[in-house]
């Protein structure tokens, strides 16, 4: 076997966090190599590493025993990179053919028409030669993508979820397409992939990642048995929570249904991310939505926040429908979203950060200070961070600063987008109890987490989404002690 | 090439259908001169999906330079003309290094900044420039012996030059290059990850459409024989964006039917009521809002649809 591409030591800072971090990776000539990882773990920062979008602070890179490290991305295309991207990125307003032409070109094929021929055929899109790129259905689009990259004859193939908001028939084509472009072509890919029956069909090797660094690598089998990739996929809490969890959960009682979505369809452009989600929300209760990453736990929360109106179901909360209503309204009524990544204003002070709700609805002077302190009540370690930038805080206070800016001004019902990404084991723990003090005022909790030991601990009831659909309801205590279940829909 | 023998017509009856609708043939000529403007203009905005306030520069770089040599020196006018043109473009090869990896709003507020170093040059450095008053009395002389004196005959060498500069960007529009330009427009990102080299066709196209605009400057300083700083203004850059817009980005006729409109318009209004701007500034919003692709646009769409 002879090595083609490799990396020593690959890493990359943003600020204080180590978005990849001592990545070391050999790919075999001819191989299928995945890189795996929870949401966040470094994988498609990895990607535009390779591919010279992003500077390494640290490490080489060799291709074919050349070191390519700091290239430009066409310079790394010229010497035979080339790769697809997780959305979907193409020449939208020019023709199938014209895509392909502009990369056969590039890659100073020699008869670009032949080229693009070739790869027509490969990606099955002949017939739709001449159709303007940007009209085609979501899955010949990311066909297209592929496609791109192909026209370009290079040597390595990185491939950024082929398969991405795919239903389970296209699905199979990309498989067949990846699979056939390596067993009657020979190519060599690197592929970054969630759905982890193609994972563990179509790789020779895999690399797992977690917080920017290597943490298991082998072959499908090795991968599937090392506990450490398991404990990457579902989290881990403190034993001390546990107890804590149980002492506070004691304490309520379940209301009225709050929040309840009846058969509810959500799609981004041409592909549908939600098939007919049903579920309810007690008053007084946390409620954890789990599931692997792209199984849509974000886009319920979008739906339900009316930053994304559904195609068909209806949403009501508290007794008003608001299947369609603005996300103004949605907030007006008392629901809070924290979102995915924190989004704190980092040009504002925390004080300025948490007084935001306040500007815009008209609340009286001697409200708002009385907010400001009920809000460093529940958050005290906020106190002496009042007057530091937003992008002067760890990843933690960052986090306790979103969620204050979201429950006060009387919010009732809190949605949470994966609260405990990047935060250290310990402060998850200090983010679990916030969560449970935050109920205990009154505050109900939708709370989507990939550290599903957390939220389990944490939450009354449970449900778990894969590709869309709800797969399994259960409450907590029971899904907790569920490996099978667990394992099925979070692991591998 | 049909377009291009329609605009050869078009061009050539042009100066029997000028007084009729009102207007005069050193009209007819700023109509065509700015078409040539705008014809390199929409290589830049409409193809390539660059936004520059500053091209008046070039514009009025080469008119200052053309007309300093016809006044000073024994230059021939085809020479005067070519030292112009290149003046300009070596400029637009400097300025376009030092900001063509900045993108989007930086981008053009850097244009603007530029355009206006020059615009401030010509005012301040009397002793060459004129200042405010600018370089009056240029000599239009003849070329390659041919008499340009009358307004008729002068019109009929813009409307070549304009010819020229159609087949020019019919070419550019047509290659491979411009194929690359229309994919930096549409997905950067993914031009320079299939290995083109995103910055240096960004600044050919920078560069093209300075020429367009140093040819047109030349003429539209020999048309008026005099050279001014508000030649350079910011904006008059703005103008040649509202005649892309007007005429529809990013189509081949666009330009030459949004050039030829404007500055008729322009014209026209400004005869009728000092409030010609401001009629003006409505034009260009009602075409924003309501009909962004501009008149070429629709007429495409129209025609594609009788086909069907």
């Known amino acids: ?492 | 090439m049909r377009s291009i023998l329609a605009l050869a017509v078009l061009l050539a009856v042009a100066p029997l259908l000028i007084v009729p609708l009102g207007g005069y043939h050193a009209l007819l000529s700023e109509m065509v001169i700015f078409a040539v403007f705008a014809i390199g203009f929409n290589l830049l905005l409409g193809y390539t999906g660059i936004l520059s306030f500053g091209h008046a520069a070039y514009f009025g770089l080469a008119g200052y330079t053309m007309g300093l040599l016809l006044i000073h020196s024994d230059l021939p006018l085809w020479a005067a003309m070519l030292a112009g043109v290149l003046a300009a473009g070596v400029a637009a090869v400097i300025i376009g290094l030092l900001i063509i990896r900045k993108a989007g709003i930086y981008f053009a507020m850097l244009t603007i900044a530029f355009g206006q170093m020059f615009f401030f040059v010509a005012m301040r450095w009397k002793s060459v420039t004129g200042g405010e008053d600018g370089l009056s009395d240029i000599p239009r002389k003849t070329l390659f012996g041919l008499d340009l004196s009358s307004p008729v005959r002068f019109y009929y060498f813009t409307a070549v030059v304009c010819l020229a500069a159609a087949v020019v960007a019919w070419r550019v529009i047509h290659s491979s290059f411009g194929d690359v330009l229309r994919a930096i427009r549409e997905n950067e990102a993914r031009c320079a990850a299939i290995g083109y080299d995103v910055r240096r066709y960004k600044l050919a196209s920078f560069v093209i459409a300075a020429l367009f605009a140093a040819v047109s400057g030349t003429l539209y300083v020999l048309l008026l024989r005099y050279a001014f700083p508000q030649t350079m203004d910011w904006i008059r850059s703005g103008n040649v964006v509202v005649m892309s817009l007007v005429g529809g980005l990013g189509t081949f006729s666009g330009p030459i039917v949004g050039a030829t409109l404007v500055t008729f318009l322009n014209n026209y209004i400004s005869f009728h009521t000092r409030y010609w701007q401001l009629v003006m500034g409505v034009v260009f919003v009602v075409f924003v809002m309501f009909f962004p692709r501009g008149i070429a646009g629709y007429v495409l769409e129209a025609r594609r649809r009788f086909r069907r």
């Not at chain 1, 056939?180 to 982890?196: A, C, F, N, P, S």
Request: charged fraction near 25%; charge should be neutral; hydrophobic fraction near 40%.
């Open chain 1, 1 to 492: 076997m002879t090595e083609i591409f490799r990396t020593e030591g690959l890493s990359v800072r943003f600020g204080a966090l180590a978005a990849v971090d001592g990545m070391d990776l050999s790919i075999e000539q001819g191989s299928i190599h995945c890189v795996i990882g929870p949401n966040g773990a470094g994988k498609t920062t990895l990607f535009n590493l390779l591919t010279g979008t992003i500077r390494p602070s640290a490490g080489r890179i060799l291709f074919r025993g050349e070191d390519v490290t700091g290239l430009k991305p066409h310079e790394l295309a010229r010497k035979g990179i080339a790769r697809s991207f997780q959305i979907t990125s193409i020449f939208p307003e020019l023709t199938v053919r014209e895509n392909l032409r502009l990369a056969a070109r590039a890659g100073r094929a020699t008869d670009p028409e032949a080229r693009v021929r070739e790869v027509l055929e490969e990606i099955e899109l002949a017939s739709k030669a001449s159709v303007l790129a940007g009209f085609m259905s979501h899955g010949d689009q990311r066909h297209l993508d592929i496609g791109i990259a192909l026209a370009t004859s290079p040597a390595l193939l990185l491939l950024d979820e082929p398969t991405a908001g795919m239903p389970p028939h296209e699905t199979e084509g990309t498989v067949a397409l990846v699979r056939r472009l390596r067993d009657q072509h020979g190519y060599t890919t690197i592929l970054i992939e969630h759905k982890m029956d193609i994972v563990m069909s179509i790789s020779d090797r895999i690399t797992v990642m977690r917080s920017g660094r290597k943490i298991a690598e082998g072959t499908p089998t090795q991968v599937q048995a090392d506990p450490a990739v398991r404990e990457a996929y579902l989290g881990g809490v403190d034993a001390s929570l546990s107890a804590k969890a149980h002492q506070a959960g004691a304490a309520t009682e379940p209301g009225p249904p709050l929040l309840t979505l009846e058969g509810v369809s959500t799609s981004y452009g041409l592909s549908q991310i939600l098939h007919d989600i049903s579920l309810t929300v007690r008053g007084g209760e946390i409620v954890a939505l789990l599931g692997r990453n792209g199984a849509g736990k974000t886009t319920t929360l979008r739906t339900i926040m009316g930053l994304l109106p559904p195609r068909r179901g209806t949403i009501r909360f508290d007794g008003h429908d608001i299947t369609r209503l603005s996300p103004e309204g949605v907030a007006n009524l008392g629901v809070g979203l924290v979102p995915e990544g924190r989004r704190v204003f980092a040009n504002l002070t925390v004080g300025e950060n948490l007084l935001l709700p306040f500007f815009m609805s008209g609340v009286p002077a001697v409200e708002r200070t009385s907010q400001l302190r009920r809000c460093f009540e529940w958050f005290p370690t906020l106190v002496q961070r009042k007057s530091n930038r937003g992008d002067r805080l760890s990843g933690g206070e960052q986090q306790m600063v979103a969620i204050a800016r979201a429950v006060v001004g009387r919010r009732r019902f809190l949605m949470l987008d994966e609260p405990s990404q990047g935060l250290a084991p310990r402060v998850v723990n200090h983010l679990a109890e916030i969560i449970l003090e935050i109920r205990k005022q009154g505050v109900t909790v939708l709370l989507v987490e990939q550290n599903a030991r957390m939220a389990l601990e944490i939450a009354d009831r449970a449900y778990v989404l894969e590709d869309g659909r709800i797969v399994h309801e259960d409450a907590a205590a029971v899904l907790r002690e569920n490996p099978a279940v667990l394992g099925k829909h979070l692991v591998m």
